[in-house]
């Protein structure tokens, strides 16, 4: 598991996942405009797989609960705000969350390995 700042964030990263979930830890800020969104798209060394990305409290947890913090599949796309309402998923000002990343074989093929890897896209804005 990783932390990261907002001040610091790449818009693109190689995040090596491997065969399992890969948890990135942040802090909401304390801005009611602040939102953005985090995509995903797999790395060409990485075969047949497509990647899963979810908001939680927990690293690897359960998916907040609230529609679009669960989004999977090639160009996914996941939508927050920090707003107390607004498009995506509505984060708690201040509140530490878990941006957590998967890998899963499409259909019946071979699933990822240790050294499978994709690339998520980050974008955020507003007054932190």
């Known amino acids: ?10 818009r ?3 995040i090596k996942c491997g065969s ?6 942040f802090r909401a800020t304390d801005s009611a405009t602040y939102r953005g ?11 047949h797989l497509t990647p899963r990305m979810w908001l939680s409290k927990k690293p690897g947890g359960k998916p907040l609960d609230q529609k679009g913090a669960d989004v999977r599949g090639q160009g996914a796309k996941l939508s927050w705000t920090q707003a107390d309402s607004g498009r995506g998923v509505v984060l708690e000002r201040g509140k530490i969350y878990y941006l957590n990343h998967q890998l899963l074989a499409i259909g019946e093929g ?7 890897s994709f690339i998520r896209n980050a974008s955020a804005g507003g007054a932190a």
Do not use: C, H, N
């Open 1 to 10: 598991m990783s932390d990261f700042d907002w001040q610091d964030l790449p």
């Open 12 to 14: 693109k990263a190689t």
């Open 20 to 25: 399992g979930i890969y948890s990135e830890r």
């Open 37 to 47: 969104y985090f995509g995903a798209e797999v790395d060409t060394t990485s075969g």
């Open 110 to 116: 071979k699933g990822p390995t240790a050294r499978s």
